[in-house]
């Protein structure tokens, strides 16, 4: 299946795994991503020599692209660096202010991926350039960054350039 995401990131399907910090593992991510989607493992808590092994984990097991996810409710430009340094093709960001490093991922090569929970949060996350915006459902396990204007409403207002991924139960 060709999609705007697939030939954004030259994967398959139009698939993506959700990040669960705790519950993806690099054979998880690397499975996804063998099977057509894009894995996506967290490493918001990892040390910059984590990320590049845990890296090297998932490329000895697929050569297709994935993605690392980080939670940006604390800094995180020093394990940014490290996975870009470490050939990471996606980051995919989440839970704060992402102005400077949708620009430091684009410097480093990556697609950049920005989760969000609300329209405010979805501009916020297209004015720096991300390549895709991710709409999240209003449980998201408790990882809820704002709620104003509903995202319902965002499909509307987003322009045909941003490639616009609703996950399951995106209200
Ligand atoms: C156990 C668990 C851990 C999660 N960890 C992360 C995380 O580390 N980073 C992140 O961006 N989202 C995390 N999430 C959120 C999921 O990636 C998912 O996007 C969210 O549940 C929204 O999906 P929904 O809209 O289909 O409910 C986590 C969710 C669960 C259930």
């Known amino acids: 299946m060709r999609?705007?995401?697939?030939?954004?990131?030259?994967?398959?399907?139009?698939?993506?795994?959700?990040?669960?910090?705790?519950?993806?593992?690099?054979?998880?991510?690397?499975a996804v991503s063998n099977a057509g989607g894009l894995g996506v493992i967290p490493l918001s808590y990892s040390t910059p020599d984590e990320i590049k092994s845990t890296v090297g984990e998932i490329t000895a097991l697929t050569d297709r692209p994935f993605g690392i996810n980080l939670i940006l409710e604390w800094e995180q430009r020093e394990r940014l660096a490290a996975a870009l340094d470490a050939g990471v093709p996606a980051i995919s960001l989440f839970w704060g202010d992402v102005s400077e490093l949708v620009p430091q991922a684009h410097d480093g090569g990556a697609v950049?991926?920005?989760?969000?929970?609300?329209?405010?949060?979805?501009?916020?996350?297209?004015?720096?350039?991300?390549?895709?915006?991710?709409?999240?459902?209003?449980?998201?396990?408790?990882?809820?960054?704002?709620?104003?204007?509903?995202?319902?409403?965002?499909?509307a207002w987003s322009t045909p350039s941003i490639p616009f991924r609703s996950s399951p139960r995106a209200g």
Do not use: H, K, N
């Open 112 to 155: 950049v991926f920005v989760s969000v929970g609300s329209v405010d949060e979805a501009v916020r996350a297209a004015a720096p350039g991300a390549d895709v915006v991710v709409a999240r459902g209003g449980r998201q396990a408790g990882m809820c960054a704002g709620r104003s204007r509903p995202l319902r409403s965002f499909r």
């Open 3 to 30: 999609t705007a995401l697939t030939e954004l990131l030259g994967i398959e399907a139009p698939i993506v795994l959700a990040p669960m910090g705790g519950a993806v593992t690099p054979e998880l991510a690397a």
